[in-house]
């Protein structure tokens, strides 16, 4: 599977093949001729990750309904990229703009600022990436291979095909990610309750485990004061994800954000 | 570039339009609305309120998005 996706990676450069690679915005944004599917499938695997499958559960297993803003929050963010999207799509897309920073910059004005954006957007990206490789390496562990060299090699490769083939790479790779993601989400969601004995079982006996915990902010429900952590919780979450993810929809016409 | 996109934009169409006020839809019926639905009846399938209530908000969101787009696209 591993090898599968890393040939998918270097072979993506073939894909929807552009005159000139070299040029940067067929390097970073594919072309900006991703149709409405292929956006589909790149956001999709963008967004749905190693954050969603493996800290978010943990999240509600140890500390209940809190767990579950994940889902408003998604819910949110949609509308609210929109509402920018459309703006910033059509004006890059007319001034040939590739980064939110080149638009900041002719917007505004100011090189300063859009260096101070593109800074920001590096960084702000860095913990989630890190996070992202701290879920492989669980996997890998829960696999039995252990040590740092797995994760190493495997950036590395994720690294060498991305610098060769740019946008394309992970859309492409999105394709299989997403395929996964969804077949483990229905099997897991018919076989789980079957196996369990149904859903009211599931939550019956989470109460009975929340209800014996110390901890009085975890439960099937959100307790009082709680409800307030998980409203900022979500909306706060769906304003990191806005700022570090404008880039990604400048690759395609608006048609994008379902 | 010196001078702001917003005046080189030949299209006449203005990006504010009254349908943008209901993507805020999505955002009252899931975060505002939270002491409503904070609650485990009426339940689906023994799925508390709760979650199945946010997961059906997800329809509201897209439904929200797709009306807006359609309805403000040239």
Redesign the interface.
């Known amino acids: 599977m591993f090898v599968f996706v890393s040939a998918l990676g270097f072979l993506a450069a073939r894909w929807r093949k552009a005159e000139d690679l070299e040029h940067l915005d067929e390097w970073g944004l594919g072309g900006r001729n991703f149709g409405s599917w292929v956006t589909w499938f790149l956001i999709g695997g963008d967004l749905y990750t190693a954050y969603t499958f493996v800290a978010v559960p943990a999240l509600v297993f140890g500390a209940g309904?809190i767990g579950?803003f994940a889902?408003?929050y998604?819910?949110?963010v949609?509308?609210?990229v929109?509402?920018v999207l459309?703006?910033l799509w059509?004006?890059s897309h007319?001034?040939g703009f590739v980064t939110p920073a080149d638009?900041v910059?002719?917007?505004h004005?100011s090189s300063t600022l859009a260096l101070l954006v593109a800074i920001t957007g590096i960084v702000a990206t860095m913990p989630y990436i890190a996070l992202q490789l701290v879920g492989i390496e669980a996997v890998l562990k829960a696999m039995g291979v252990t040590g740092h060299l797995p994760i190493i090699v495997a950036f590395a490769i994720l690294a060498a095909y991305t610098y060769n083939s740019g946008l394309r790479a992970p859309a492409l790779i999105a394709f299989v990610k997403d395929t996964l993601i969804y077949l483990v989400i229905i099997v897991a969601v018919i076989v789980i309750p079957y196996k369990l004995g149904?859903?009211?079982?599931?939550?019956g006996a989470a109460e009975q485990k929340f209800a014996a915990s110390p901890n009085p902010a975890d439960g099937?429900?959100?307790a009082g004061p709680v409800?307030l952590q998980?409203?900022t919780l979500?909306?706060g979450s769906a304003l990191a994800l806005f700022s570090t993810r404008t880039r990604s929809p400048a690759s395609s016409p608006?048609?994008t954000?379902? | 570039m010196a001078d702001d996109p917003a005046s080189t934009d030949r299209a006449k169409r203005s990006d504010h339009s009254p349908w943008n006020w209901l993507l805020l839809l999505p955002l009252i019926a899931t975060l505002l609305v939270l002491p409503l639905f904070n609650r485990v009846s009426p339940d689906l399938a023994g799925i508390p309120f709760f979650y199945w209530y946010q997961l059906a908000a997800i329809g509201i969101g897209v439904a929200c998005t797709l009306i807006v787009y359609r309805m403000t696209r040239r």
């Open positions: 309904a579950f889902v408003p998604t819910v949110i949609y509308p609210m929109f509402l459309i703006r059509s004006v007319v001034h638009f910059r002719a917007r004005d149904g859903w009211q079982e599931i939550f099937v429900l959100l409800q998980y409203a979500a909306f608006p048609a954000a379902t």
